[in-house]
């Protein structure tokens, strides 16, 4: 009995240390120009669709860039602009506009250095993950 109240205090004592962890990330953690490529489903639809493009990011929590997409045989080219926020333990929203007139909605992660990023689209009905690196 003695090793399981023990075992309890231990427990007690890790999940009780609230000291702050230092701040890593703010959205000034994603600077400059960053290459992407990604691929994902509508659910809707059933189509598949590709991208890949460039963002820049201005370190404010404003974005904009260049995108190719294809879905099944038909090419467009958009822009986008967007807005994202980044916390202290570098997760992300993002939340975009392109010129075809949609909006889109993003989770992602980075680290600390911000050169790459994990994303995930948040809209319902579309299931697509990608990948970003800042170019150098």
Request: hydrophobic content about 35%; some cysteine; glycine content about 14%.
């Amino acid at each position: 009995m003695g090793i399981i109240v023990s075992g309890g205090l231990f427990a007690y004592s890790a999940a009780a240390d609230h000291r702050p962890r230092p701040r890593r990330c703010s959205e000034a953690t994603l600077k400059g120009s960053y290459i992407f490529a990604a691929d994902g489903l509508n659910v809707t639809t059933g189509r598949r669709f590709a991208s890949a493009g460039v963002e820049v990011f201005r370190g404010d929590g404003t974005m904009d860039g260049n995108v190719t997409v294809s879905i099944g045989r038909a090419i467009a080219r958009v822009t986008v602009d967007g807005e994202y926020t980044i916390d202290a333990e570098c997760r992300g929203r993002l939340t975009l506009t392109t010129s075809a007139g949609g909006e889109e909605n993003y989770d992602f992660f980075t680290e600390p250095s911000g050169n790459e990023i994990r994303w995930i689209q948040t809209d319902p009905g579309i299931v697509a993950s990608g990948s970003e690196r800042r170019a150098e």
